[in-house]
């Protein structure tokens, strides 16, 4: 698989650990005591819902259980899980109800 030796890969696995800790000891740490500014608070309560799309729409478009063919059950589920959220308001009710979609259409599919 690969031509790394188990000291190498420990060492990547402490680099990217310590890398980790420092990208978020630089915000929460240096700067979490202080007060933010209203604009920069504002943005930040964007973030879930930029970063969330991002992670699910390949998923849902390309995936890898169907070897990147786009699969009805997985739109429609999608679909439902906006549909769902947008009207609640809630994340929890909408991936409860695109979960309970998908499994539903898989059984039909």
């Given at each position: 698989?690969?031509d790394y030796t188990?000291?190498?890969?420990?060492?990547?696995?402490a680099?990217?650990?310590?890398?980790?800790?420092?990208i978020?000891?630089?915000?929460?740490?240096?700067i979490?005591?202080?007060?933010?500014p209203d604009w920069?608070?504002?943005?930040l309560?964007?973030?879930?819902?930029?970063?969330?799309p991002g992670?699910?729409?390949?998923?849902?478009?390309?995936?890898d259980?169907?070897?990147?063919?786009?699969?009805?059950?997985?739109?429609?589920?999608?679909?439902?899980?906006?549909?769902v959220?947008?009207?609640?308001?809630?994340?929890?009710?909408?991936?409860?109800?695109?979960?309970l979609?998908?499994?539903?259409?898989?059984?039909?599919?």
């Amino acid at each position: 698989m690969t031509d790394y030796t188990d000291a190498q890969i420990w060492l990547i696995i402490a680099v990217m650990g310590v890398a980790t800790f420092l990208i978020r000891f630089s915000f929460l740490g240096l700067i979490g005591d202080r007060k933010m500014p209203d604009w920069v608070l504002r943005h930040l309560r964007y973030t879930p819902v930029a970063v969330l799309p991002g992670l699910v729409a390949p998923l849902v478009i390309w995936p890898d259980a169907t070897g990147g063919a786009t699969d009805p059950a997985r739109l429609l589920a999608a679909l439902m899980t906006l549909v769902v959220g947008w009207r609640t308001k809630s994340l929890l009710w909408g991936a409860a109800a695109g979960g309970l979609t998908f499994v539903a259409l898989e059984q039909l599919f």
